[in-house]
């Protein structure tokens, strides 16, 4: 069946970066659009970011645009998420999306002032 499994997240320090990865399974990856979203606490979903599924189109969230950068490595079935310059307004469990429907678990980002 299909799994994706978020890892990288952590604590980050305002103006810091990390970055995100989803391994997938169970599907034809190289195939589907993949997509990250996040939730704050509080809050609900929210889209951050998607790309085709070779790679050659992305697109991101306004409020994300210029700091995240998102990647994808089909030949170790892996979606990234490169998050730079947080903000604490960044903090949020993000979750890797299939675009056609099926998302992790999530991991946790949190980012302090």
């Known amino acids: 069946q299909v799994q994706l499994v978020e890892s990288g997240g952590g604590l980050a320090h305002s103006g810091g970066s990390l970055r995100l990865s989803c391994a997938a399974s169970g599907f034809t990856f190289r195939l589907s659009g993949m997509s990250w979203y996040r939730q704050a606490p509080g809050k609900e979903r929210e889209w951050v970011a998607t790309?085709?599924?070779?790679?050659?189109?992305?697109t991101y969230a306004d409020s994300v645009k210029g700091r995240f950068t998102i990647s994808r490595d089909n030949a170790k079935n892996t979606v990234y998420l490169q998050m730079n310059s947080l903000k604490p307004e960044d903090t949020a469990v993000y979750y890797c999306r299939q675009v056609l429907g099926n998302w992790g678990q999530g991991t946790q980002v949190t980012v302090s002032s």
């Open positions: 790309i085709s599924g070779g790679g050659g189109t992305t």
